[in-house]
T-cell receptor
Framework: DGGITQSPKYLFRKEGQNVTLSCEQNLNHDAMYWYRQDPGQGLRLIYYSQIVNDFQKGDIAEGYSVSREKKESFPLTVTSAQKNPTAFYLC????????????FGEGSWLTVV | GQQVMQIPQYQHVQEGEDFTTYCNSSTTLSNIQWYKQRPGGHPVFLIQLVKSGEVKKQKRLTFQFGEAKKNSSLHITATQTTDVGTYFCAGPIGWDDKIIFGKGTRLHILP
């Protein structure tokens, strides 16, 4: 099936640990995004990448890191420096040639325990 | 920070009533996009508007793009329980057209 696959769907992290959220797409999209969603806060951009081997910080990049070594993959690492990581994380990809409309994965719930 | 503003944040309507959410950008947009997120789900693309003053319809949903391409609205006629969810507008912002979302309007339908 075509689309965006995020894993894991649910993740528990102990304080002080780094965790990595996986995002894979087979839509052949150049652009990929990570958003964080908290109740009442909408979707806030963490990082985005318009092309392989390049990525840019979004509005709330502190405490997060990404890599874009392959077109299909855009993993997000939530580091111990992120003080309030409990949230719903959404990965998305887009095609700039189509007005950059974006398509989301099903999301990953991260809880700090 | 966020440069796409959306109001209201919440809206409760009786089933059968109309609903409207408004979106404003601090800059002119090349296009505006609308997404719907059902409770417990992920946002799903609804539509994209590109032209100044454009109006598009999807059954009971009417989308408008302002003449200055800085504002947009989504109007739902005669709401149904299936319309429950959060509606987001989004637009390409900045030199690299990164997609920035409004905070969304959560629609709740009263039976």
């Amino acid at each position: 099936d075509g689309g965006i696959t995020q894993s894991p769907k649910y993740l528990f992290r102990k304080e002080g640990q780094n965790v990595t959220l996986s995002c894979e797409q087979n839509l052949n999209h150049d652009a990929m995004y990570w958003y964080r969603q908290d109740p009442g806060q909408g979707l806030r951009l963490i990082y985005y990448s318009q092309i392989v081997n390049d990525f840019q910080k979004g509005d709330i990049a502190e405490g997060y890191s990404v890599s874009r070594e392959k077109k299909e993959s855009f993993p997000l690492t939530v580091t111990s420096a992120q003080k309030n990581p409990t949230a719903f994380y959404l990965c998305a990809s887009g095609d700039p040639g189509a007005g950059n409309t974006i398509y989301f994965g099903e999301g990953s719930w991260l809880t700090v325990v | 920070g966020q440069q796409v503003m959306q109001i209201p944040q919440y809206q409760h309507v009786q089933e059968g009533e109309d609903f409207t959410t408004y979106c404003n950008s601090s800059t002119t947009l090349s296009n505006i996009q609308w997404y719907k997120q059902r409770p417990g789900g992920h946002p799903v693309f609804l539509i994209q508007l590109v032209k100044s003053g454009e109006v598009k319809k999807q059954k009971r949903l009417t989308f408008q793009f302002g003449e200055a391409k800085k504002n947009s609205s989504l109007h739902i006629t005669a709401t149904q329980t299936t319309d429950v969810g959060t509606y987001f507008c989004a637009g390409p912002i900045g030199w690299d057209d990164k997609i920035i979302f409004g905070k969304g309007t959560r629609l709740h339908i009263l039976p």
